[in-house]
């Protein structure tokens, strides 16, 4: 059974920082195009990041970009977010998500991933 947990998730000040993790078990993922998402209550998931098998290509929201950082860890089958200087707005439910088919390609949308975790909350306060 394949499984994406993630963690890392919790209240911040805002300007602080977090650092996601999104272990996964069942399968490696090792040659699969991997991204984070997110969502905030009343709102539709949107994406985050995501970053291709082996990290040679990433992708940011605009909203995200210069103060979020991608990376994975193959060997680990985990990819992480960084999360800096955070502001109220990134206040949302965060997911983890796979491309189940090998490909060199990073994907924004959610359609685009096959498989999911259940979610960690990031919560920054003003």
């Known amino acids: 059974q394949v499984q994406l947990v993630e963690s890392g998730g919790g209240l911040v000040q805002a300007g602080g920082s977090l650092r996601l993790s999104c272990a996964a078990s069942?399968?490696?993922?090792?040659?699969?195009?991997m991204g984070w998402f997110r969502q905030a209550p009343g709102k539709e998931r949107e994406f985050v990041a995501t970053?291709?098998?082996?990290?040679?290509?990433?992708d940011y929201a605009d909203s995200v970009k210069g103060r979020f950082t991608i990376s994975r860890d193959n060997a680990k089958n985990t990819v992480y977010l960084q999360m800096n200087s955070l502001k109220p707005e990134d206040t949302a439910v965060y997911y983890c998500?796979?491309?189940?088919?090998?490909?060199?390609?990073?994907?924004?949308?959610?359609?685009?991933?096959?498989?999911w975790g259940q979610g960690t909350q990031v919560t920054v306060s003003s």
């Open positions: 069942g399968r490696t993922f090792s040659t699969n195009t």
């Open positions: 970053i291709t098998w082996n990290g040679g290509s990433t």
């Open positions: 998500a796979a491309v189940a088919i090998y490909s060199t390609k990073t994907y924004s949308r959610v359609a685009s991933y096959n498989y």
